[in-house]
């Protein structure tokens, strides 16, 4: 039987699920598809873990609005030609283009055109277009986000930090204790607000660590209709996350 508990933090509640291990020595949080997990070692009584969970309630909150604002990837995608392609909120259609030259993605006349190996089949000329795809958004986020966090840090104004683009499945930014932000390339198909909104996101974590009420009041001063940009955020995650 699965062993089950929950703290209350302030107005938050904190379900959590606990695993035994005979092999841990001590006690370790993580967040799993969205619910917070517990491995801890037999005989530690559920009231220690809850007061474990108590303390680090911050740490844990922070954790699972992070792991929210990354939803679930579809299954239905399959990387062949006429399929939607989303660069900076525009729509581009697919084309997969078989060839023996050498050959790199390219956006032309409302297509996203990506060269792959003649005659490769099923799940491996599936994975070799996704591969084609991500490599050349990647590329478009690594030339464009840095002109774009200077014009952001201009608007605001502040000092623009260290930016580094990066794979990250789980959120679409952070912000590391030296300052540097890390931002997933993926947000490159969004629209330019909603990569807007997760630059100015990440800026005011240089302040404020946390996503507590001094964050999201910061947040809101400098761009007060985060929430409605959040929200779309949410609801384009599943397009963006493949």
Known sequence: MTERSEIQWGL??????VHRSDRRKTVAL????????VTAPRGVPLARLNDVVRRKAAWVVERLRRAAELPTPPSTREFVTGETVLYRGRQLRLR??????????????????????TGLRGDVRAREVRRGLARSLKGHAEACLPEMLGAVCERLPVRAPEMRVREQRKRWGSCDAEGVLRINWRIIQAPQTLIDYVLVHELVHLEHRAHGPEF?????????????????LREMGPLMAW
């Open 12 to 17: 938050t509640a904190i379900p959590f699920v």
């Open 216 to 232: 999201w009041a910061a947040l809101a001063r400098w761009m007060p209709d985060y929430e409605a940009r959040r929200q779309r």
């Open 96 to 117: 997969v283009i078989e060839t023996t030259d050498e050959a790199t993605a390219r956006m032309w006349a409302g297509w996203y055109e990506v060269p792959i190996t």
């Open 30 to 37: 993580t967040v799993d598809d969205g619910k917070l997990v």
